[in-house]
Every structure is written in C-alpha cells, then in structure tokens.
C-alpha cells in the first residue's frame, strides 16, 4: 500500500493501531476510539494480574492545542529512564492532534510532537531524584504522571515532591511509593484541573484531610490507612473509588467499601486485590448529588 492508502485507512479504522513503514521511515497510527470493555458485572476474574499503574482509558474530550512542542532532549532524557510516553502531534489528516503512547524502546513519531503524559518504569525509583522532578516541572503541558515504583521507592524529598505544583495542566496523577512523611501535599489543592487521583504505598497519614479539599471524579488507594473513611462523603464529584491491597485484608476493604456505599450512594466502589485480576464492584444506587452534575 501506499502512504497515502495507509493514511485513509487508519482514518477509517480509527480503533484500530496500524505500523507501516514508507522508505525506511516507520509510522505509528495510534487509535482515537475504542469499544467500551467497562465491566457490567459485580465480580469478574481473569488471567492477567491488575497493574495499580494503568491509567483511565478515556481521554478529555477536546485535546488541548495547539501546544508548544516539546525539547527533544527532554522526550530522549526520558527514554533513557525506560519511560512511556504519551507525544502529542498534529494529526497526519490535517484534523484534530491525537495522542501517541511510545513504549520504552518503541520508535518516535515523526516530526515535532508535546509530551503529555509520563509513566515511570517500576524499577526507576532510585534513579527519580530531585533534579529529575525539577526538570520534569519544566514540562509545563504535562497532563498525567504514573508512579508505581518498586521497593525501595523514589530517592525525592519533599523538595522535589513541591515541584508538582508547577505543572498545573496535570489531570491524573498516580503516586506510588513517590513522596516522604515529610512532604506538604497541599500542592494538589494548586492544580485546578485534576480529576483522578492514585495513592499507593506512601506516608500521608492525613491523606482524607486533603483529599476532601480535591474536586475528584476519580480517587484509587493501596495500602493506606481506611480509619476515616466515611469523612469523603463530602466529596460530591467523586464517582469512582477504588480501594486495593492484598488478599490479607480483603474482609476489613469489604467492610469499609460497605459503609462507605451507605454515605455515598452516588459512587461506584471497586475492590482489586494483589496477585488477583478479581475485581469486586458495589454499583451506585442514587444519582450523583447537584454539586457533581456541572464539568469541571
């Protein structure tokens, strides 16, 4: 085929992700729309196991741009951390930009892309310092930032976890095992424009304190302490909470997501455990209250 065959086709098979190469130039048409797979079910199993790291399948529904593109020695800073990215580029249509996912080792699109999203490998604890969340402050169009380091965690201080309130266009983040007791967490009350928060194996004891001060649509915890709870009922943009942890803990998770779907009937609560794809689900049973019905 032909670029330009190519190029109809992948605007025809949108949900589809087509590879080609054209004169030894490789070129990845990422898809824009997929089938829904959210599960209907209370419970389901399946043979993978769940990554606390994966991100919400959907995107805004109108991509910020035009947006200044990004320094390439940024997008190959973070490739040499084994990062995936997400690059933001013009649409090969002549349309709307899209998104591209670029796994570690997998080639750059071509021309000049924006990065929009960063997901750090599990085993760059060690390497992810202050310097390295000073630079990543500087990425100013960044949307989402993934932690789900290993043990021992990232080697950033309270210093570097301070950063993060530059990057104001960040509407997911995912925390794990990035941050010290230390740390004033009071810097996501500074990002306007955030919606999904992950929360896994980090000190913040006083987590529900600032948590109720977020307009959350979306809340993920692992390992954090459950005491309080019911003190989120009032979060009224709250949808989603997922709560996770081992097989060790499951009854006290059940017990907790019970009583939580008593103050808030409006949000749908989900139970993942470690090792497991099972995911236990309590559906909602009321309408979400006004306050969550306007957008953010």
Known sequence: LTEVAVEKLAAAKQNCRIVASFNGVRRIFEPRS???TEPRTSALAADSKPRFSDLPSTAPAVLRWPLAPSKPEDIVWLQGLQATLTLRAPSAFGGDPTDVRVQ??????????TIVGVIMHRDGG??????????????????????DFAAPGAAVTKTGMAEFEKLT???????????????????????????????????????????????????QLYSLSLSRLNELKGCPTLTTFTL???????????????????????????????????????????????????TK
């Not at 750059?108 to 892309?113: D, F, N, Q």
């Not at 202050?130 to 100013?140: E, H, P, S, V, Y």
């Open 244 to 294: 996770g942890g081992g097989g060790d803990d499951l009854e006290a998770r059940r017990t907790a997501a019970a009583e939580l779907a008593k103050v808030m009937p409006w949000v749908r609560i989900k139970l993942t455990t470690a090792g497991t794809s099972k995911v236990e689900t309590i559906e909602p049973t009321a309408p979400p209250p006004a306050a969550a019905s306007g």
């Open 104 to 113: 570690p080792g997998e080639p750059l699109p071509v021309g000049a892309a």
């Open 126 to 147: 060690p390497q992810w310092t202050d310097a390295g969340m000073a630079r990543l402050a500087t990425l100013t169009d960044l949307e989402t930032f993934s932690t």
């Open 169 to 219: 266009g960040l509407r997911i983040i995912v925390l794990g095992r990035l941050g010290t007791a230390d740390t004033d967490y009071s810097f996501l009350e500074r990002l306007p424009r955030l919606e999904t928060l992950r929360l896994s194996m980090i000190q913040f004891p006083n987590w529900v304190d600032q948590v109720r001060r977020l307009s959350l649509r979306e809340l």
């Open 34 to 36: 997929s089938p829904s």
